[in-house]
């Protein structure tokens, strides 16, 4: 990503509103039996792996909590106090 295509915080929420529709839309179309499948990677040019899509899924909600305080602590140096960074706040005003 370059920064300088987002410029503001309104370019960057343009630019995530089609990332999110199609996750939304991914999601939405699972069935139980897809949490099963397995999902082939590599990571970094690394061996293959392979995992269920489910176990997957709780990694990417899982690293994306790391990432949220990751960007709150950077805010904070800033001193900006961005406010409460839970889910929760978030899914329930959402």
Do not use: C
Not at 25 to 51: H, T
């Amino acid at each position: 990503m370059n920064p300088e295509d987002y410029p503001t915080a309104t370019s960057l929420v343009r630019a995530w509103a089609p990332v999110e529709r199609d996750m939304r839309a991914f999601l939405a179309a699972l069935g139980d039996d897809d949490l099963q499948r397995n999902v082939e990677f590599s990571l970094g040019g690394g061996p293959k792996r392979s995992v269920p899509l489910g176990q997957l899924l709780q990694h990417a909600a899982a690293h994306a909590m790391h990432h949220r305080g990751q960007v709150s602590l950077l805010l904070r140096t800033l001193g900006y106090v961005p406010g409460n960074f839970d889910m929760i706040i978030f899914d329930s005003v959402a």
